[in-house]
């Protein structure tokens, strides 16, 4: 019988929109909290929307009550306008998010990152990512599941032009992408999100990291539990 309760933020973006479909077909989750700008006008009735500002996200702390967090909170510089700003939601909103529901009794968290990510990398972007990687892992989660993909391949609500030719290049390139080089295919995000969902329904415990050849080798587990 379901009993869980999953959290999800970030159900608009590309990753968290099949994150989201992807939950509510769980048996296993009783309960599908969704924290959101705006309503997603979708009808299920295990999805529960929280529509929050998470500049106050504290201010719905009593809410964030689950058992699983899915965030797959992120930005561009561009779109965010600048390095602050870009920081803000793919650090603090995400380790804000993680220690809110820490404190609500969530054990378990799986986490969009990117490949490459390191707290101590000269990139900004890979270095905020690492820095968010490390935060969040402070927070003591039974199971951490951090997930850095590539380039990640699918129908975006916004258009990001240098992304869509980076990926098309990458997607050229794929082939030739071998060994240590793997790491840096391009990845349908539905198979990214499968990856997360499996990973937290048939957790193990600890601090676990997964690039492109560990989340194709978790997305079936997805399926294999409906």
């Keep these: ?15 968290g929109s099949h994150c989201l479909s992807l939950l509510l077909a769980q048996p296993i989750y009783a309960r599908v909290i969704v924290l959101t700008r705006r309503s997603l006008g979708r009808n299920d009735a295990k999805l529960q929307e929280v529509v929050v500002d998470f500049e106050r996200l504290s201010d719905h702390a009593r809410e964030l009550g689950a058992d699983d967090v899915y965030c797959c909170l992120g930005t561009t510089r561009k779109v965010a306008g600048s390095d602050e700003a870009f920081r803000r ?37 890979l ?13 003591g989660y ?29 997607r ?6 071998v060994g240590p080089l793997r790491k840096y295919r391009p990845i349908e995000a ?4 499968a990856a997360m969902v499996g990973a937290l329904v048939q957790s193990e415990p600890g601090h676990h ?9 978790l997305a079936p587990r997805a399926a294999a539990s409906v």
Excluded at 172 to 177: I, Q, T, Y
Excluded at 209 to 217: G, M, N, P, R, Y
């Design 89 to 125: 939601v793919d650090h603090d909103y995400v380790v804000d998010l993680a220690r809110l529901a820490r404190e609500n009794g969530a054990t378990r968290l799986a986490l969009v990152s990117s490949v490459g990510a390191d707290r101590r990398s000269s990139n900004f972007y």
């Design 127 to 139: 270095r905020v990512k690492g820095e968010t990687e490390h935060d969040v892992q402070a927070l």
């Design 209 to 217: 990291e997964h690039a492109f050849d560990a989340i194709l080798s």
């Design 142 to 170: 039974e199971v951490l599941e951090v997930f850095r993909p590539s380039f990640l391949v699918g129908a975006r609500s916004e258009r990001r032009a240098a992304e869509a030719v980076a990926s098309a290049v990458s």
């Design 190 to 193: 539905s198979t990214v999100a």
């Design 1 to 15: 019988m379901s009993s869980r309760t999953a959290l999800l933020a970030g159900a608009t973006g590309l990753v």
């Design 172 to 177: 050229v390139l794929s082939g030739g992408l």
